[in-house]
């Protein structure tokens, strides 16, 4: 559906240039929820701008929906963002208008026909659960409602293609998970590729099937979102994706044995294999911390353990746990106290 080759966008400023976007080659395959992660500064509004034509690549070549899109001229963009809706950070709604009239005013500069309009507004606000909010005007509106006001003005003209940039980033924590619930049926029921920018990882988890990290105006690495947040590579994407585990000091201090952390995925994430190590070998294993979180549906899980016990069942217990977990770290190394 979208394929980026070797695109560049560079600004000229008085000593020079600026390149917001290097060398950047990605595919975006049809019915995807594709998210772009990164910093402020990292050019994910920049490279995700020159899918509808807001922002020309300075070189490389872009396709949508297999056209080439560096090619076209001003009337073949225009048509070009018939495909191609938007939603923004802070809804960019009419205030004068109604919820009615703004979606119907994305409709008047597409070119809809007339005649369909008012049915087409009424569909619209009943995909995303607005229905009786037709003559509201935007003041009235809480931000979630907002943003699905502004969902519905992207869909107006049937697009093949969402771009999000920051979507949730004004919303509460549970407002958010309402308009992610939303994206993905529209996904799933209209099958509208997405592409979605955000700085938040919680939308990320939930929301995106593959998704790349941006720095510096470069991909640093990309892939399926369960496989990226479970297996990071690059370096920032370690830091963006870390669980972050806090345990006081004073329990560290007053905890006997070595100390170490767990990670699992899929299915092990929720085997006992502690308490199946505990039973096979002559050591007691405490936990100190857990948890389980799910990537795209999928259990990833964390455990920060101590363990006690002659060394020779400690190393034995160890390669136990290896060889049934997705790694181990250890936090603090220490003798081989006996339980």
Do not use: W
Request: glycine share 8%; proline share 2%.
């Amino acid at each position: 559906m979208i394929k980026f080759e070797n695109v560049k966008v560079a600004f000229k400023q008085k000593n020079g240039e600026f390149v917001a976007v290097k060398d950047v080659s990605l595919h975006i395959e049809a019915g995807d929820i594709y998210g772009i992660v990164g910093g402020s500064g990292a050019g994910k509004s920049t490279l995700v701008r020159t899918i509808n034509g807001l922002q020309q690549p300075t070189q490389g070549h872009i396709f949508v929906d297999n056209e080439d899109i560096t090619q076209l001229n001003n009337s073949q963009i225009r048509e070009l963002r018939k495909k191609v809706g938007m939603i923004f950070q802070h809804f960019n709604l009419v205030s004068r208008k109604t919820v009615g009239q703004n979606i119907e005013l994305a409709l008047k500069i597409q070119e809809y026909p007339k005649e369909k309009r008012k049915a087409r507004v009424e569909e619209l606000l009943e995909l995303v659960g607005l229905k009786d909010k037709l003559n509201a005007y935007p003041a009235s509106l809480s931000g979630g409602q907002k943003q699905r006001v502004g969902i519905a003005r992207a869909l107006a003209t049937n697009p093949k293609i969402l771009l999000c940039d920051e979507a949730t980033s004004a919303l509460d924590a549970q407002t958010t998970v309402e308009i992610v619930d939303i994206l993905k049926q529209i996904n799933s029921s209209l099958g509208i590729t997405i592409v979605f920018i955000t700085h938040q990882m919680e939308v990320a988890k939930n929301l995106f099937t593959k998704v790349a990290v941006m720095s510096e105006g470069e991909i640093i690495e990309h892939g399926t979102t369960y496989e990226v947040f479970a297996n990071p590579q690059a370096e920032l994407t370690k830091k963006l994706v870390e669980t972050q585990i806090d345990i006081p000091d004073k329990i560290i201090s007053k905890t006997q044995g070595k100390i170490i952390k767990l990670t699992y995925k899929g299915n092990r994430s929720v085997e006992p294999i502690v308490a199946y190590a505990n039973k096979k070998y002559e050591v007691v294993l405490n936990i100190l911390h857990g948890r389980i979180e799910y990537i795209t549906e999928k259990p990833i899980g964390v455990l920060v353990v101590s363990i006690i016990g002659e060394a020779h069942q400690i190393d034995k217990a160890l390669e136990y746990i290896k060889a049934n977990t997705e790694g181990i770290e250890v936090i603090r190394e220490k003798g081989s106290e006996v339980a």
